[in-house]
């Protein structure tokens, strides 16, 4: 049965476009909505997998030190993102289950279309560039407007890894900016290797699996060597692009130690289902609302869209 012939037939963005376009009515539309998404976000909930760290020194070799410049530039052929993932977040305080259209450039603009619950109705419209960040909560038609900080990304996402990093995490490909010389150990482990780098007041432990080339996973630590943050990087699919080659995963872990309000982990899970690299041309467009109420996330102690 050719479904792209029938005149119902629609794709998956153009449904997606027809849900935020379809989103007028209130009252008793959004109590069931909102009994159908308390539903829907616990069943099938995942959380971030545990994953043990190298952990016997071995020295710096000669094809370690390659492998460490190659997985550093993470496949910079690679400029774009438009992709569609469930996305769980856990914190303290919430447990959320939700379904994302992601668009990025790479070192540019990054742009979230949030749904929720198992009929896939629009929430809210993320938009984040290196200053500023906006959030359309659609459900109230209110406009959350602020700085792009680290503590900004945590009232709305849960983690605040800072927004390069958050975006280069989101692709599936993080840059490493630190040279070789920033290297102080390498340890090995369960087939995988670890570089533990010096960055700013703090460091990082980079895991790499040296069989495909691929980073594994990266943990931010302070000045005291305590965990800030740890990003797990899963099933890797090979993106052929003119003639380029890369491993990118399709599961990415994000989990926040330090929380601004001191209590317990936050977690990001995100799991592609869909995506295309190098797809959008230009910057990414963010349509401002008509008639929304206007809020400063910057004055807030948490946003309520997620």
């Known amino acids: 049965m050719n479904l792209k012939g029938n005149k119902y037939w629609y794709s998956r963005r153009e449904y997606f476009l027809l849900k935020i376009g379809a989103m007028r009515q209130k009252g008793i539309v959004l109590l069931l909505f909102s009994a159908l ?10 959380t971030v997998q ?3 760290l190298p952990a016997e020194q071995t020295a710096l070799l000669v094809e370690h030190a390659a492998l460490y410049r190659e997985v550093a530039a993470a496949s910079p052929f690679i400029r774009s993102l438009d992709g569609y993932a469930d996305v769980w977040i856990k914190t303290p305080k919430r447990k959320n289950r939700v379904f994302c259209n992601i668009l990025l450039h790479r070192g540019g603009e990054s742009r979230m279309i949030v749904t929720a619950g198992f009929i896939g109705w629009p929430v809210a419209d993320m938009f984040f560039n290196r200053d500023s960040l906006y959030v359309h909560d659609m459900l109230n038609n209110r406009l959350f407007l602020g700085s792009n900080s680290d503590s900004n990304l945590e009232k709305v996402l849960g983690v605040n890894s800072g927004y390069r990093l958050l975006s280069e995490s989101l692709l599936g490909l993080v840059t490493l ?13 369960a087939g995988l290797l670890s570089f533990m780098v010096q960055s ?13 080339r691929t980073l594994t996973a990266l ?11 740890e990003m797990h990087f899963r099933n890797f699919e090979t993106i052929t692009l003119g003639g380029d080659c890369a491993l990118v995963p399709k599961e990415i872990e994000m989990v926040l130690y330090n929380s601004s309000d001191g209590v317990g982990e936050h977690q990001l899970v995100i799991s592609y289902d869909e995506r295309f690299f190098n797809k959008a041309g230009g910057l990414l467009r963010f349509p401002l ?10 004055d807030l102690v948490s946003a309520p869209f997620l």
């Open 37 to 46: 998404v308390t539903a829907w976000g616990c069943a099938d909930f995942r």
């Open 50 to 52: 545990k994953q043990e």
């Open 177 to 189: 900016s630190e040279p070789l010389s920033a290297v102080t150990s390498v340890k090995k482990g």
């Open 200 to 212: 700013g007041a703090g460091s990082k432990e980079v895991v790499i699996d040296p069989s495909n």
């Open 219 to 229: 943990v931010l630590k302070n000045g005291e060597g305590k965990r800030v943050s």
């Open 289 to 298: 609302p008509k008639r929304a109420r206007v809020v400063n996330i910057d």
